[in-house]
T-cell receptor
Framework: EAGVTQSPTHLIKTRGQQATLRCSPISGHTSVYWYQQALGLGLQFLLWYDEGEERNRGNFPPRFSGRQFPNYSSELNVNALELEDSALYLC?????????????FGNGTRLTVT | AQKITQTQPGMFVQEKEAVTLDCTYDTSDQSYGLFWYKQPSSGEMIFLIYQGSYDEQNATEGRYSLNFQKARKSANLVISASQLGDSAMYFCAMREDLNYGQNFVFGPGTRLSVLP
């Protein structure tokens, strides 16, 4: 079974540009979660998508947005990039409620804003 | 308010000794799940162990065990016979069972360093 895949692995952008990060969940998983992890810090919750709908978002400005496609893959878009957006962005997926399965994480996209 | 508290930003342990990483949680729900993840310097998040709120026995997975004390709302991770490869960040997380799905909340993490 393929795990959660994220692309690209690394992304270098200039301040003010836009970044698009992609995530494919484990087959059969309908929920996708996005987290931001700045260097040496914990995971900050960004967005949660389930069945194509945004279920919840963390305390981030509107320039962080995303969507979930009918095949449950997801995109995270960051507009008007700022230097402090440099971080590891982790995507995770989970099965349906009640199946006691953990979050399965991808290997992340390391975004560097110069 | 913090839903997951990990009071130890950093811990040191001698190789081959046991270590306990603390985690307390806050919820008024009856149904929830508790998880521990390991994050080595490579950045990947590795699932270690799971405890359901209705599970009466403490979960164990190899050298990992979860000391679940429901009344105290604590879910400490115990690593027995520490190895150098156990040096990593460790995150405690809670799954909230909402009527529209599941949400996962993470603690701030504990950095474990295993000394030779």
């Amino acid at each position: 079974e393929a795990g959660v895949t994220q692309s690209p692995t690394h992304l270098i952008k200039t301040r003010g540009q836009q970044a698009t990060l992609r995530c494919s969940p484990i087959s059969g998983h309908t929920s996708v979660y996005w987290y931001q992890q700045a260097l040496g810090l914990g995971l900050q919750f960004l967005l949660w998508y389930d069945e194509g709908e945004e279920r919840n978002r963390g305390n981030f400005p509107p320039r962080f947005s995303g969507r979930q496609f009918p095949n449950y893959s997801s995109e995270l878009n960051v507009n008007a990039l700022e230097l402090e957006d440099s971080a590891l962005y982790l995507c995770a997926s989970s099965g349906r409620s009640g199946d006691n399965s953990p979050l399965h994480f991808g290997n992340g996209t390391r975004l560097t804003v110069t | 308010a913090q839903k997951i508290t990990q009071t130890q930003p950093g811990m040191f342990v001698q190789e081959k000794e046991a270590v306990t990483l603390d985690c307390t949680y806050d919820t008024s729900d009856q149904s929830y799940g508790l998880f521990w993840y390991k994050q080595p310097s490579s950045g990947e998040m590795i699932f270690l162990i799971y405890q359901g709120s209705y599970d009466e026995q403490n979960a164990t997975e190899g050298r990992y065990s979860l000391n679940f004390q429901k009344a105290r709302k604590s879910a400490n991770l115990v690593i027995s016979a520490s190895q150098l490869g156990d040096s990593a960040m460790y995150f405690c997380a809670m799954r909230e069972d909402l009527n529209y799905g599941q949400n996962f909340v993470f603690g701030p993490g504990t950095r474990l360093s295993v000394l030779p």
